[in-house]
């Protein structure tokens, strides 16, 4: 241990890690060689430094998607565009004006950041973001039907996913579920027979992440909207991804635009921040200005309540929407998604190249997919890169590639490794290549 120490290429670790923690690897290294078959390493210095980077290397770290998920859910959601990144560093880095006015010198409100820019897309008289949808839609619910009834389909009483079903934030918001209809139609005439004096609100909710086929009727937005104006009861429409540009020109038809769901006249829409918006996580709430003021001045609105870098990145992503070419280039995720089929056979080749000539690497014609409970039956095409795992099998590769630095995540088809382009950085080829390389070295 001690002679150790004085190896002149572990006293140069002493430099960048501390004390404590290169003798802790030391230490490791030393009980594995005794216990190790093979005996001591090949070389004392490498050894205790790998151990030393494992034990200082973050838990929460990059990684490259491979997979052709573009809003994976396990791996973050939406990777954010360079202006929102900048957004983000500035007002991180320093202080800021998070809550101050800086005209009058008086307090200001975080609320404030994102208004302007929210309103500007959407048209919405007001406008409101917090920490994530599943916060907008809970604040949303406690700020105008809390001890009273919400009236919503038995068809969208839905799971989104990590533990999200509608029923339970309904009720978690004080909230009292009233269905109608059925799980596959339920007809304007449901609700109508519904609302009585206990009736707060009505609420209606994307089908984020699967279709219904078949013998299916839903209500039509304008005609709710237009009863619940009647009844003076305020609907509530949760669109889930936050699509704000038209993507129709590429094929994805069939999710909800925000701007379409705020012309039904409905009085909130609310959605995610980090789905098809492509910003950070945070929940937007837009609409009428009496029911957003209501959401504002709830005691939830302070516990669901974004932080400054949310709203930085939220603000800078919003700003890339009012030029909406400009948008579908800038936002990561909208780029992504509207890849052409010619570009990503392009980038295939060019994958491939990069990966080694042992794993025979073949280009297949494959689907991607959106992804983050959007677009459930979109088709997108795409050429990837298929490669034959050998004696190590396409787990076994799989494996080695999650455990490596940076971590790759493919996908598995055909009993070979896929490898889509589409989600993948153009510069990160290289990278992939040397990934691959060094998984089949161990
Ligand atoms: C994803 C989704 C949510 C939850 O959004 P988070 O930002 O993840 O909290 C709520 N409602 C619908 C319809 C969704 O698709």
């Not at 009496?290 to 669901?304: F, L, T």
């Amino acid at each position: 241990m001690d002679r150790l120490l004085l190896e002149p290429e572990i006293v140069e670790l002493l430099r960048t890690a501390p004390r404590i923690a290169v003798v802790d690897a030391v230490r490791e290294s030393l009980a594995a060689a005794r216990t190790r078959r093979a005996g001591p390493p090949e070389s004392w210095a490498a050894d205790v430094r790998d151990r030393l980077s494992e034990r200082t290397r973050p838990s929460l770290r990059p990684v490259l998607n491979a997979t052709g998920v573009v809003l994976h859910t396990n791996l973050g959601r939406a990777p954010l565009a360079p202006a929102a990144l900048a957004a983000m560093a500035a007002v991180a880095a320093g202080y800021s004006n998070l809550e101050l006015d800086l005209d009058t010198g008086t307090r200001g409100s975080r609320g404030d950041h994102c208004r302007a820019p929210l309103r500007a897309v959407t048209g919405a008289e007001d406008a409101l973001a917090v920490n994530n949808a599943a916060g907008a839609l809970l604040l949303a619910l406690g700020a105008l039907a809390a001890g009273r009834d919400v009236v919503i389909s038995r068809g969208e009483l839905i799971e989104i996913g990590g533990s999200f079903r509608i029923p339970d934030i309904l009720a978690r918001s004080g909230a009292r579920l009233r269905e109608v209809g059925t799980t596959n139609r339920t007809h304007l005439d449901d609700y109508s027979k519904a609302l009585d004096p206990n009736v707060a609100a009505v609420l209606t909710v994307h089908r984020s992440n699967f279709e219904q086929r078949g013998f299916v009727a839903t209500a039509e937005g304008g005609a709710l909207a237009a009863l619940c104006r009647e009844a003076a009861l305020p609907y509530l429409i949760d669109v889930g991804s936050g699509l704000l540009a038209d993507l129709s020109p590429w094929g994805l038809r069939d999710e909800p635009r925000v701007v379409e769901a705020l012309a039904t006249g409905a009085d909130l829409v609310l959605f995610s921040g980090d789905k098809l918006l492509g910003g950070p996580q945070a929940g937007c709430i837009v609409g009428r200005r009496a029911a957003v003021a209501r959401c504002r001045e709830h005691p939830v609105a302070r516990a669901v309540r974004a932080d400054k870098m949310t709203l930085a990145a939220l603000e800078a992503t919003l700003a890339l929407y009012l030029e909406p070419e400009q948008a579908v280039r800038t936002v990561p995720v909208l780029r992504m998604l509207t890849l052409e089929p010619e570009e990503l056979e392009r980038r295939a080749v060019r994958l491939a190249a990069a990966c080694p000539r042992s794993l025979d690497p073949k280009l297949e014609q494959g689907r991607s997919a959106v992804g983050g409970g959007s677009f459930p039956g979109a088709d997108l095409p795409t050429t990837l890169v298929s490669l034959d795992a050998g004696a190590l099998g396409p787990d076994g590769l799989a494996l080695r590639l999650r455990l490596g630095e940076p971590p790759v995540v493919p996908r598995i088809g055909g009993g070979r490794l896929l490898l889509d382009p589409r989600t993948l950085p153009e510069n990160s080829f290289p990278a992939v290549g040397a990934a691959l390389a060094e998984a089949l070295r161990e």
